[in-house]
C-alpha cells in the first residue's frame, strides 16, 4: 500500500493505462501543460507527448464528439469537462450520440470512451461551478456512470471505465482531490455494479455515494455513541447499480437513509428509495428517509453549505428512521 | 489525359451510381405512401444524387463518413447494400441496424459508416473524431461529415472546423445545400451566403460547387481530399443542389414557387449527364439502359427481401443497449 491522494490515484490509473495501451490518449480543455483544472493530469505531458495529452479548444460539444467519433475508430479516449456544469453544452453528443450508437447501429459500433468530468460543492465555487448533475446522466440508458469516492476506487474504477467498451461518465468530486488514502502498490481494478460496504452495521442503512460517503462515516460514528449501528454503503456505480447489496443490507436492518449531495428532487435518492418502497415494503420499519441538497441554485461563500446536506442532517435522518 | 480528366469507366460509375441512388429512393418513397416503411419520418435525397456520387466515389477504402437524416444516396456511394438498406427502413431484422435505427440512422462499419443521424449537425464533430484516429494513427484516409445547409448555423459546425484546422485533420466537412431546411430557405435562416468564406476563415480549404454537376462534384472532392490525404488538414465543400420533393416524402412544399421547383428540375442531374455521355459516345443507349435496368432489379430485389425480412420481437428492445451488459440487478443498466 502506499499513500497517495484521490488525484493522484487517478493520474496513476491514467499513467497505467496509457503505457498498457496506446490506444488510450487524454482530451480536453488545459489538460496538457496546465496539468488539468485540478492538477490530475500535472506531469503526464512530459511522459506522453501533446499527441496523447490533447489540450483542446473550449468547444465542449466538439470534445465529445471528437472522442466518441474516435473511439467508433478504433482509440480509446478519456475526454475531460473541466466542471459537470458544463454538461449542457455537450449533452446532444452525450444523450443522443454517445449513448444511442450501440443501440441505433443494431450493435455495429461501439464507443469506449471515459467522459471524466468533476463536480460538487466545497470550495465556493458559486452556482455555475458546484453542481452534482449525475441524475441527469443516470437518466439516459446506454451511458454507465461512476462516482469514486476513495482514491483507492478511483483509480480502481477508471481502470475499469478505460477498459470498458462502453459509454462511461466518470464523476470525480472536487472536494476529494487532496484527500489521502491508502492504494495498493499492484494493479487493481474495481468493477462496475458492486457497491462497498464502507462501515458495516445492523440497525440503519446508510446509502450514499462519492463525498457525502465520508460525511456519511463521521454522523455514522456519532450515531453509533448513541446506539445506533449504521451501516454505510457507498454505491461507486450509479449505472449499474449495485441492488444486491442494497437489498440484503435492507433486508438486515429494515431502515433506510438516503443521502445525496445533488438537488434533492428527482436526484439518485429519489430512484433508489422510490426501488425500495416497490420491492421491500415489507421489511421496512419505517418510510425511507431521503436527504438530499435543497432545492436551489448553489449560492457562492458562507451559503453553499446550508445547501447541502451536513453531518447533522444525516444524524437526523439516522435517528428518525431508527425511531428515535 | 490530364491528372483531373475522368476516365470513361469511372464517368459510367458516376452515371450508374446516380441512377442506382434515384431508383433506390424513388422506390422507398413509393413504399412509404403504401405504408410500408416503419416510422412516420423519411427523407429522400432525390435532387442531390450528383453530390452522394460525386464524393461518394472519390472516397477510398478506410475512409470514414457520417451523414445527417437524408443520407441513404450518400450511403449506396459508398457501397451500402440495398437489401439490407430497405430492410432497415421497413423496420426488419435483417436491416443494417437490426430494425433499430431505421431510415434517420443506418449505420455501416464495414463501409465505414459511422451513422446517419437525425440531430441536425449532431454528426459532425463525430466525423471529425474519425479523422483524429486518421491523424492519430498516420494513416492517409480521409473522414467525411456529410450535413445539410440546416446545419450550416450549429455552433458544433464551427467548434469541429476549428479544432480540425487546428490539428490538421483530415476531414471534410460536405455541405449537402438544397436551399432549405424543412420550409426555411437557406437565405432566410443565413445571415451571409458567402459560406466558402466562413470555411476559409478557420483556415480550411473551402470550395463551392454546382452540386447537379457530378463531374464538378467528383473532381472538387478528389482536389480537396488529396489536399487532406497529404496531410494539409481539412477541407470545407459545399455543393449546391435541390431537393426534389418536400422535407418528408409526403410534405406538398407550400412554402416554395412552383417555378423554382421546375427550374430546378430541369437540371436534373441524370438526364443531363446521360445525355453528355451518350453524345460523347461514351456510353451507349443500351448501356445506358442496362444500368436502369439492373438498378430497377436491384431495387426490386431489396423491397422483396424487405417485405420477407422477420419483423423484430418483443425481446429484441432489450439487445445492444451496451456491449457489456453487466447483470448487477439494477434496473439501472
Ligand atoms: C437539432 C435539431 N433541430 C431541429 C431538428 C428538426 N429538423 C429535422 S430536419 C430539419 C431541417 C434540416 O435542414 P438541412 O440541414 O438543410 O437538411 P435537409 O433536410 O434539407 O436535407 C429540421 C429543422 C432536428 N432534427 N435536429
Ligand atoms: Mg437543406
Redesign the interface.
Known amino acids: 500500500m502506499s499513500v497517495m491522494m484521490y488525484r493522484e490515484a487517478l493520474r496513476l490509473a491514467l499513467y497505467e493505462e496509457m503505457k498498457r495501451d496506446d490506444r488510450v490518449f487524454l482530451a480536453g480543455e488545459d489538460v496538457g501543460s496546465y496539468g488539468g483544472a485540478y492538477a490530475v493530469s500535472r506531469g503526464l505531458i512530459q511522459e506522453f507527448g501533446s499527441e496523447r495529452l490533447v489540450g483542446t479548444p473550449i468547444s465542449e460539444a466538439a470534445i465529445i464528439g471528437m472522442g466518441i467519433g474516435a473511439a467508433m475508430t478504433g482509440l480509446r479516449p478519456v475526454v475531460e469537462l473541466m466542471y459537470i456544469d458544463f454538461v449542457g453544452l455537450a449533452m446532444d453528443q452525450i444523450a443522443n450520440q454517445a449513448a444511442k450508437f450501440r443501440y441505433m447501429s443494431g450493435g455495429q459500433l461501439k464507443i469506449p470512451m471515459v467522459m471524466r468530468m468533476q463536480g460538487g460543492t466545497g470550495r465556493s465555487a458559486g452556482a455555475q461551478h458546484s453542481q452534482s448533475l449525475e441524475a441527469w446522466l443516470v437518466h439516459i440508458p446506454g451511458l454507465r456512470v461512476v462516482m469514486p469516492a476513495s482514491a483507492r476506487d478511483a483509480r480502481g474504477l477508471l481502470k475499469t471505465a478505460i477498459r470498458s467498451d462502453d459509454p462511461v461518465v466518470f464523476i470525480e468530486h472536487k472536494g476529494l482531490y487532496a484527500k489521502k488514502e491508502e492504494v495498493p502498490e499492484e494493479e487493481e481494478l474495481v468493477p462496475f455494479g458492486k457497491a462497498r460496504i464502507a462501515r458495516s452495521g445492523s440497525d440503519v442503512t446508510l446509502i450514499t455515494y462519492s463525498r457525502m460517503v465520508y460525511t456519511a462515516l463521521e454522523a455514522a460514528e456519532e450515531a453509533s455513541a448513541g446506539g445506533i449501528d449504521v451501516e454505510v454503503i457507498d454505491l461507486r456505480t450509479l449505472n449499474p447499480l449495485d441492488y444486491h447489496t442494497i437489498e440484503k443490507s435492507v433486508r438486515k436492518t429494515g431502515t433506510v437513509v438516503v443521502a445525496y449531495e445533488a438537488h434533492r428532487n428527482v436526484g439518485m435518492g429519489s430512484e433508489i428509495s422510490a426501488r425500495i418502497g416497490e420491492e421491500l415494503m415489507d421489511v421496512l420499519k419505517h418510510p425511507v428517509v431521503r436527504i438530499g441538497g435543497k432545492d436551489v441554485p448553489i449560492p457562492a461563500t458562507v451559503l453553499e453549505k446550508y445547501s447541502i446536506p451536513q453531518k447533522q442532517d444525516l444524524l437526523e435522518g439516522i435517528e428518525q428512521a431508527a425511531g428515535r | 489525359m490530364g491528372k483531373n480528366d475522368i476516365d470513361s469507366r469511372t464517368k459510367r460509375s458516376l452515371l450508374r451510381t446516380m441512377v442506382r441512388i434515384r431508383e433506390f429512393e424513388d422506390s422507398v418513397g413509393e413504399m412509404h405512401l403504401r405504408g410500408l416503411t416503419a416510422g412516420s419520418m423519411l427523407h429522400l435525397s432525390v435532387g442531390e444524387e450528383a453530390i452522394a456520387a460525386g464524393i461518394g466515389l472519390a472516397m477510398q477504402e478506410g475512409d470514414?463518413f457520417?451523414t445527417h437524416h437524408r443520407g441513404h444516396g450518400i450511403f449506396i456511394a459508398r457501397g451500402g447494400e440495398m437489401n439490407r438498406m430497405m430492410a432497415e427502413i421497413f423496420g426488419k431484422s435483417d436491416?443494417?441496424?437490426?430494425?433499430?435505427?431505421g431510415s434517420m440512422?443506418i449505420?455501416?462499419?464495414h463501409y465505414g459508416h459511422?451513422?446517419a443521424?437525425a440531430?441536425v449537425g449532431?454528426n459532425?464533430?463525430?466525423?471529425?473524431?474519425?479523422?483524429?484516429?486518421?491523424n492519430?494513427?498516420k494513416t492517409s484516409n480521409v473522414?467525411v461529415a456529410f450535413f445539410g445547409d440546416g446545419a450550416l448555423n450549429q455552433?458544433?459546425l464551427y467548434?469541429?472546423m476549428?479544432?480540425a484546422a487546428?490539428w490538421d485533420l483530415p476531414v471534410m466537412f460536405a455541405v449537402v445545400n438544397n436551399q432549405y431546411g424543412m420550409g426555411t430557405r437557406i437565405d432566410r435562416a443565413s445571415a451571409s451566403q458567402e459560406f466558402v468564406k466562413r470555411g476559409e476563415s478557420f483556415g480550411l480549404r473551402s470550395l463551392q460547387v454546382d452540386g447537379m454537376d457530378v463531374e464538378a462534384v467528383y473532381q472538387g472532392a478528389n482536389r480537396l481530399f488529396e489536399h487532406s490525404r497529404s496531410g494539409k488538414g481539412p477541407t470545407f465543400f459545399i455543393c449546391d443542389a435541390y431537393r426534389f420533393y418536400g422535407h418528408g416524402r409526403k410534405d406538398p412544399s407550400p412554402y416554395r414557387e412552383k417555378n423554382e421547383e421546375k427550374k430546378w428540375w430541369d437540371r436534373d442531374p441524370i438526364p443531363a449527364y446521360k445525355d453528355t455521355l451518350i453524345s460523347a459516345d461514351l456510353i451507349s443507349d443500351a448501356d445506358y439502359q442496362e444500368d436502369l435496368d439492373a438498378a430497377k432489379a436491384e431495387v426490386a430485389d431489396a423491397v422483396e427481401f424487405a417485405k420477407n425480412s422477420q419483423v423484430p420481437e418483443e425481446n429484441d428492445l432489450y439487445?445492444?443497449?451496451?456491449?457489456?451488459p453487466?447483470?448487477?440487478?439494477?434496473?439501472?443498466?
Open positions: 470514414v457520417t436491416g443494417y441496424c437490426r430494425g433499430k435505427g440512422h449505420a455501416d462499419v459511422l451513422g443521424n440531430i449532431g459532425i464533430a463525430i466525423a471529425m473524431g474519425g479523422g483524429f484516429t486518421q492519430y494513427r473522414s455552433g458544433v467548434e469541429s476549428n479544432m487546428l439487445t445492444y443497449v451496451y456491449v457489456d453487466i447483470d448487477a440487478s439494477g434496473t439501472i443498466g
